[in-house]
């Protein structure tokens, strides 16, 4: 990413805090985690690590648009994926957590992660989402090939 690209995603990011200056000395300071609330700029799909892993590789196709800003956290074995806000959406699916309106998301800056979370693809400013169609469908490939690999209990 270029400079302009950092800074343009930075600002982009810290816009969705109720204090961006505030937002932006959290991210310098301390551990670098500032909690944004979503719902109004983005909404967050947070998905077991395997699966969103996975998803994420699918999504990297040259027949589809660069994916969108994909935040990992390390500790929680969680990726999670913005996407549009939607107040109507209902993502259903064993371990899929959604946060819209009404819900904080701790998120480290664009250029540095912070405790266990890091971005495997930051925000580049322009407001680039993930396309909840497209995403779905990574989902559920993705979901399908875990199905086949895991072996069964008991076996």
Request: glycine share 10%; charged share 15%; proline share 11%.
């Amino acid at each position: 990413m270029t400079n302009a690209m950092w800074v343009h995603g930075i600002e982009w990011l810290a816009a969705a805090a109720p204090n961006p200056r505030t937002c932006k000395r959290a991210w310098d300071e301390g551990d670098g985690i500032a909690l944004l609330e979503a719902g109004r700029y983005w909404d967050v799909l947070s998905v077991p690590d395997h699966l969103g892993l996975l998803t994420l590789d699918l999504l990297w196709r040259p027949s589809l648009p660069l994916p969108g800003p994909t935040l990992v956290d390390s500790a929680a074995h969680r990726v999670g994926f913005f996407l549009p806000p939607d107040p109507g959406s209902h993502w259903v699916g064993a371990g899929l957590r959604h946060a819209g309106r009404g819900s904080w998301v701790a998120v480290p800056p664009p250029y540095r992660a912070g405790r266990s979370l890091e971005w495997l693809i930051p925000p580049d400013g322009t407001g680039s989402l993930h396309a909840p169609v497209t995403l779905e469908m990574a989902l559920r490939q993705a979901n399908g090939t875990l199905a086949v690999l895991t072996p069964a209990h008991g076996d």
